[in-house]
């Protein structure tokens, strides 16, 4: 049973920087991709970035390019979003997701998602 966990959501002022993780297992991981999305309320949810689990390739939003990082650690059991001069719209509810196959860009990609973690930026 493949299950993915977020944590480290919270709240912080713009500008600010702040890391979420998402802990993966109960999978054969080798040519997943694991990508990071988020949504607000009313609003589709949107990719945000993704990387192959060999860490060879890595995909980013237009909107946070240059901002938001996404990595690994070196067991390949955890994954990191980091996200450095937040801004108000940036608020939402982070999600962690396992594709198998198909554009990484695309959520209907993603068979395993996690529960969620909710960062909130102040202006």
């Known amino acids: 049973q493949v299950r993915l966990e977020e944590s480290g959501g919270g709240w912080v002022q713009a500008g600010s920087s702040l890391s979420v993780s998402c802990s993966a297992s109960?999978?054969?991981?080798?040519?997943?991709?694991v990508g990071w999305f988020r949504q607000t309320p009313g609003k589709e949810r949107e990719f945000v970035a993704a990387?192959?689990?060999?860490?060879?390739?890595?995909y980013y939003a237009d909107s946070v390019k240059g901002r938001f990082t996404i990595s690994r650690d070196s067991a390949e059991t955890t994954w990191y979003l980091q996200m450095n001069m937040l801004k108000p719209e940036d608020t939402s509810v982070y999600y962690c997701?396992?594709?198998?196959?198909?554009?990484?860009?695309?959520?209907?990609?993603?068979?395993?998602w996690g529960q969620g973690t909710q960062v909130t930026v102040s202006s």
């Open positions: 997701a396992a594709r198998v196959t198909g554009s990484v860009y695309s959520q209907s990609s993603y068979r395993y």
């Open positions: 990387m192959t689990w060999s860490g060879s390739y890595t």
């Open positions: 109960g999978g054969a991981f080798g040519n997943w991709v």
